[in-house]
């Protein structure tokens, strides 16, 4: 299984390791931005949730994989007539809240880029 984080066992599971693919990372990204109230989507990636797979989730994501963690950075498009702020806040408290719950991998940051308005 080659492409992936080896998660380091914390409770000392004799029977085996586990290891994420990276492509996990960004689809768990993708969905945590799509569910925040204000995304009008990602680029490049479709808004419908059960659409979102490995291939398509890498489109408007990036993300460097480091010893310590992972930095992500997602372009959006934010619903016109909504607080730019406020909505980047919450894809990050989203992004860091689900991949670390998910994945026990630490978010060092997330940097969002508004690339256009939609109504």
């Not at 490049?44 to 992500?72: C, M, Q, R, Y």
């Amino acid at each position: 299984m080659s492409g992936g984080v080896l998660i380091m066992n914390k409770n000392k599971f004799e029977n085996g390791s586990i290891k994420i693919s990276n492509d996990i990372f960004y689809m768990i990204a993708a969905m945590a931005t799509i569910e925040v109230e204000g995304v009008k989507s990602i680029v490049g990636i479709p808004t419908d949730v059960e659409k979102i797979n490995a291939k398509n989730s890498k489109k408007g994501i990036e993300i460097e994989f480091l010893e310590n963690g992972i930095h992500i950075g997602v372009k959006v498009s934010i619903e016109y007539g909504q607080k730019f702020e406020e909505i980047v806040k919450k894809i990050q408290e989203n992004i860091k809240l689900k991949v670390e719950m998910m994945t026990s991998i630490k978010v060092l940051g997330v940097n969002i880029c508004i690339e256009s308005i939609e109504k």
